[in-house]
């Protein structure tokens, strides 16, 4: 049974495979989402060009490589003007240090997660975005002590939860 994405079961099996092991061999990914390796791997690679696989990546633990300093920041814009939004996202997407930027709905426009290597270069940064004529009203800091978790959803869960 497809639903309305165009996506079965198996698609969703295959899914939660390469999202939880990254890139597989025929064989293996076959092997883990119990269908034959030809007909999976066409699955694959037909997902792969409807765009449902984005890349793949590795979980670096980079504080054995760096001790980095890990930020999340809080932005209230001063307008809410489709052309303000724009030109925020448009700026903060071309900063590698801000790995992850989601808009929010309530008391504040943004939270981001800014990643640099020391507290001196964060302040660089946040003083640079601040110069670049945002529409920033406001933002607030908070400095991560330790990361907890870091993970993408369940897949499979997420999808089973949905009634699909």
């Given at each position: 049974?497809?639903?309305?994405?165009?996506l079965?079961?198996?698609?969703?099996?295959?899914?939660?495979?390469?999202?939880?092991?990254?890139?597989?061999?025929?064989?293996?990914l076959?092997?883990?989402?119990?269908?034959?390796?030809?007909?999976?791997?066409?699955?694959?690679?037909?997902?792969?060009?409807?765009?449902?696989?984005?890349?793949?990546?590795?979980?670096?633990?980079?504080?054995?490589?760096?001790?980095?300093?890990?930020?999340?920041?809080t932005?209230?814009?001063?307008?809410h003007?489709?052309?303000?939004?724009?030109?925020?996202?448009?700026?903060?997407?071309?900063?590698?240090?801000i790995?992850?930027c989601?808009?929010?709905?309530g008391?504040?426009?943004?939270?981001?997660?800014?990643?640099?290597?020391?507290?001196?270069?964060?302040?660089?940064?946040?003083?640079?975005?601040?110069?670049?004529?945002?529409?920033i009203?406001?933002?607030?800091?908070?400095?991560?002590?330790?990361?907890i978790?870091?993970?993408?959803?369940?897949?499979?869960?997420?999808?089973?939860?949905?009634?699909?």
């Amino acid at each position: 049974m497809r639903d309305r994405k165009g996506l079965d079961p198996t698609d969703i099996r295959i899914l939660s495979a390469v999202q939880k092991h990254g890139q597989l061999s025929k064989t293996k990914l076959a092997e883990i989402v119990c269908l034959s390796a030809t007909p999976c791997w066409q699955r694959l690679t037909r997902l792969r060009e409807a765009g449902y696989i984005r890349g793949y990546h590795a979980d670096i633990a980079l504080e054995r490589v760096i001790d980095a300093t890990r930020v999340v920041v809080t932005v209230s814009l001063t307008h809410h003007r489709k052309i303000d939004f724009d030109r925020f996202e448009a700026h903060i997407k071309s900063i590698d240090e801000i790995i992850n930027c989601v808009a929010t709905g309530g008391g504040i426009d943004y939270v981001m997660t800014v990643v640099t290597p020391s507290l001196s270069s964060f302040q660089a940064l946040m003083d640079d975005v601040l110069s670049a004529d945002l529409s920033i009203d406001r933002y607030m800091t908070y400095f991560a002590t330790r990361l907890i978790k870091a993970e993408q959803p369940n897949l499979a869960k997420l999808v089973s939860q949905t009634g699909r």
